[in-house]
């Protein structure tokens, strides 16, 4: 190879495997399944994630995620009344009041699996800001929630919502502190949570 062969990287390199983790915040995401691309992305910011295939599964996650944090007899907080319904069902306390609980319980809008983040709105946070309900956070979702982009779950909520859509939207995304934090439109100005994903199988 020439001098300036090597000093302008010609001749033959060996192939790197690109995957999401090394692939640069702004290049083209990689085809890779949703489900896995947002898997990826959302342990990458913190998040604990718990797949589920039935609700009996599901409620020994959260069993589990109870007793690991010693939150048992604790109240969790929401503002959900169908969700308090169906989890008061295996013996779990709910308050409406965020100062009596140490964890917010809540479903979600959409996963988005382009950053890892919660879509959430109005429906889930009624008119409180994120900053206003506990640190602890458990998201009880579907996989039929699993969308590419902020802009096709703002696009699905539109469309299913023509009645009403709901206002306060914004995104869940750092699940633990860092100095390094990129925030966008949906994010701004949100704090930091300690997050759980309890996602079942429903497709």
């Known amino acids: 190879m020439g001098f300036l062969d090597y000093l302008f990287g010609g001749g033959k390199k060996k192939p790197t495997k690109e995957t999401v983790e090394t692939r640069g915040v702004h290049m083209p995401d990689l085809a890779i399944p949703i489900d896995e691309?947002?898997?990826?992305?959302?342990?990458?910011?913190?998040?604990?994630?718990?797949?589920?295939?039935?609700?009996?599964?599901?409620?020994?996650?959260?069993?589990?995620?109870?007793?690991?944090?010693?939150?048992?007899?604790?109240?969790?907080?929401?503002?959900?009344?169908?969700?308090?319904?169906?989890?008061?069902?295996?013996?779990?306390?709910?308050?409406?009041?965020?100062?009596?609980?140490?964890?917010?319980?809540?479903?979600?809008?959409?996963?988005?699996?382009?950053?890892?983040?919660?879509?959430?709105?109005?429906?889930?946070?009624?008119?409180?800001?994120?900053?206003?309900?506990?640190?602890?956070?458990?998201?009880?979702?579907?996989?039929?929630?699993?969308?590419?982009?902020?802009?096709?779950g703002l696009k699905v909520i539109k469309n299913k919502y023509k009645k009403g859509i709901p206002d306060n939207i914004t995104t869940i995304k750092h699940f633990q502190y860092s100095n390094t934090e990129d925030d966008d439109f949906l994010t701004y100005g949100s704090s930091s949570k300690h997050l759980y994903l309890l996602l079942l199988e429903d497709l």
């Open 37 to 152: 691309k947002f898997t990826i992305h959302f342990k990458k910011n913190g998040g604990k994630f718990l797949y589920c295939d039935s609700f009996r599964e599901v409620s020994e996650a959260l069993k589990n995620i109870i007793e690991e944090n010693d939150w048992v007899g604790n109240p969790f907080y929401t503002l959900n009344s169908q969700l308090a319904d169906r989890f008061s069902q295996i013996g779990l306390n709910f308050t409406q009041k965020a100062k009596e609980s140490e964890v917010f319980f809540t479903t979600c809008e959409h996963l988005i699996a382009q950053n890892g983040s919660i879509l959430v709105s109005s429906r889930q946070l009624h008119e409180k800001k994120l900053h206003e309900v506990p640190a602890n956070v458990i998201v009880f979702a579907t996989t039929s929630q699993l969308v590419e982009t902020i802009g096709e």
